[in-house]
């Protein structure tokens, strides 16, 4: 039996991994560990040489390579083919992927290709009585959670982002670089890639996230987040409701069916707190919340809590921010 337990497919982004990836790799190395075996990553495109060793430094044991710049843009049919090769000729047990716009069409190829079931978008992970792969993942929106496990191998899941801490680099760390040769290649061509429009802090990368709900009672008063979020550097966050009622894009939804953050401020303005929005936002570092109702389920979670007007207190906080923030 193989000694490799688990294997992460690591994503590139330029020139550096996805943080999505790296979580992936905290996983995996816990994962690993539980197993007593080993953990490898899988870096595809070009230098992905030093993307190993950045993987190594971050868990791995072992990471493969499969070095072909044309493969840079993200390819799902190409890298479907090499995962599977990799799987077939390495043998884990378990096999890691992101739950992201990406993975969510990569690993249902891949588990389409192999004939295995596949968990999605867990937020769980541990290894069970018996040495398998347990996950905890949501259904029906979020209203219940589920506890799956395997009855094929691979075992294979993709993590819901920003659920598992990223991995930190350990420079001191040794493993094994391997080259793997695959000759796989896509059906699609990528003539060209252009950036998503400038100037917009994203969910994905804030450390401090401004989110209104429907105690701002109209899609307008929604200025009043994006006041205070220009005032402080944040991004524009929202729960499902105002989303759903079409206020404001679904880029913008925190929470289970949205995007799970974990900045390290976190405004709650006009939010009661659904258990689908606390999901999605109860790690951040520290959360600010301002509502009328002083049971709202929000302030459970709240490190600071205002019961208030929001349309008093959050043009105050922003003219007090501004003002300061400015000095």
């Known amino acids: 039996m193989s000694d490799l337990k688990v294997l992460v497919f690591a994503q590139k982004k330029g020139n550096a991994l996805l943080g999505a990836s790296l979580e992936a790799l905290t996983a995996g190395r816990q994962l690993a560990d539980k197993l007593g075996g ?10 992905t040489e030093l993307l190993a060793k950045t993987a190594i430094s971050c868990g791995a044991d072992v990471c493969y390579t499969v070095e ?12 479907a083919q090499i995962i599977c090769e990799v799987i077939k000729a390495k043998s884990p047990q378990i096999v890691l992927g992101t739950a992201n716009v990406y993975g969510k069409s990569l690993f249902g190829r891949v588990s389409g290709k192999l004939g295995v079931s596949i968990a999605a978008d867990c937020n769980q992970v541990d290894i ?16 219940v959670y ?15 982002p920003k659920v598992f801490a990223e991995a930190v680099a350990n420079p001191s760390r040794t493993g094994t ?6 000759s796989a290649t896509s059906k699609l061509q990528v003539e060209s890639g252009a950036a998503g429009s400038g100037g917009e802090i994203t969910l994905a990368e804030a450390d401090i996230i401004v989110a209104g709900g429907r105690g701002l009672k109209e899609p307008a008063n929604f200025k009043l987040i994006k ?10 966050g929202a729960s499902r409701a105002v ?31 659904a258990i689908q929005h606390l999901i999605g936002m109860q790690s951040s570092g520290t959360i600010v919340a301002v509502n009328r ?29 501004a003002k300061e923030l400015k000095k």
């Open 38 to 47: 080993k953990l490898a990553a899988l870096v595809i495109g070009s230098g």
């Open 68 to 79: 072909n710049p044309s493969l840079d843009q993200f390819q799902d049919d190409a890298y």
């Open 128 to 143: 069970d009585a018996e040495g398998k792969l347990s996950v905890t993942r949501p259904a029906f929106g979020g209203k």
């Open 146 to 160: 589920l506890t799956v496990q395997f009855k094929s191998t691979p075992q294979i899941a993709t993590l819901r």
């Open 177 to 182: 670089v391997e080259a793997f040769a695959s």
């Open 227 to 236: 006041d205070l979020a220009d005032a402080v550097g944040g991004a524009v």
């Open 243 to 273: 989303v759903d009622a079409g206020w404001i894009q679904y880029k913008h939804q925190v929470g289970q069916t949205g995007r799970t953050v974990n900045p390290k401020l976190y405004f709650a303005l006009g939010i009661s707190g």
């Open 293 to 321: 109702d002083a049971d709202a389920p929000i302030f459970n979670v709240a490190t600071y809590g205002i019961v208030g007007d929001l349309f008093e207190i959050v043009p105050a906080l922003t003219e007090k921010f």
